[in-house]
């Protein structure tokens, strides 16, 4: 992820410089604070690996941007504050606060840049909870504007294959893939397939789970056979009878009968 910021960054640092002598003159636009603060934050991060320090000169940066006016300038500055902010956060283990981080700034999930959401769904993903960014990343796909954006396609893809797969939520799945027009044929078809082997793989577990074995009569036998010898045998019968899954259920039953052994042996 470190690399992401550099690269992120890596356009900024030339604003400002000198013209060429074929360009007409014009007036550049000055480096503004965020712009130094965004490159103290990657060297921070990359160089330093003072990864505490860069989050805290991120948010510097966020704040001086409240007097800047909108345009895309600010808008890449913005992007590449966040980008940095996040590895921040992960090299920090303070994975499960980058979604709310970066909400912070842009209040709906809608207003996310694309990348922004891109690199929240790839880190919920890869630290296995990936519902923690379901309805973010559901209503970014949901609003129109984002629609007619080029990112939107590899998106819907990497929430299809990343966040509804994982969580089992198939049919969700299969109704994006076929009817979102952000879909190119090869790309449906390969989505489409995903999901067909998601969901293969969920009805073999399902049968296997139904497939466990039960206690044969000879079992039951057995078990009441060891029960006439001693209670205390039943648990250890029991354990070398029995399917390995419902083993730890015989030691609490063989603790119950330790003390109910014991209450009796006082009783009488």
Request: charged content about 20%.
């Amino acid at each position: 992820m470190k690399n992401d910021a550099s690269t992120s960054a890596a356009p900024l640092k030339g604003l400002g410089g000198p013209l060429r002598s074929s360009e007409p003159a014009r007036v550049l636009p000055s480096m503004s604070p965020a712009v130094h603060l965004l490159e103290e934050a990657s060297d921070l991060l990359v160089v330093h690996l003072d990864f505490h320090a860069a989050l805290e000169t991120c948010e510097r940066a966020w704040e001086s941007l409240a007097e800047e006016p909108a345009n895309s300038t600010v808008v890449e500055v913005k992007c590449s504050l966040c980008v940095v902010g996040i590895q921040a956060l992960a090299e920090m283990n303070r994975w499960r606060e980058v979604l709310s981080w970066v909400l912070q700034y842009y209040q709906d999930p809608e207003k996310l840049p694309p990348k922004v959401l891109e690199l929240c769904i790839l880190l919920y993903s890869k630290m296995q909870d990936p519902g923690a960014v379901l309805a973010a990343v559901d209503a970014w796909l949901q609003d129109p504007d984002n629609q007619g954006l080029p990112e939107y396609g590899s998106l819907a893809e990497l929430y299809v294959l990343r966040v509804l797969l994982p969580l089992g939520r198939l049919s969700e799945a299969e109704g994006l893939a076929v009817g979102s027009a952000a879909f190119g044929e090869e790309q449906r078809e390969e989505v489409l397939q995903a999901i067909r082997t998601a969901r293969q793989q969920s009805t073999k577990e399902h049968l296997s789970s139904q497939e466990q074995p039960k206690p044969s009569q000879e079992e039951y036998f057995s078990l009441w056979t060891c029960w006439d010898h001693s209670p205390f045998l039943l648990a250890d019968c029991w354990f070398q009878e029995w399917p390995v899954a419902a083993r730890p259920l015989t030691f609490a039953l063989g603790r119950f009968l330790l003390l109910w052994s014991n209450t009796m042996d006082k009783a009488f």
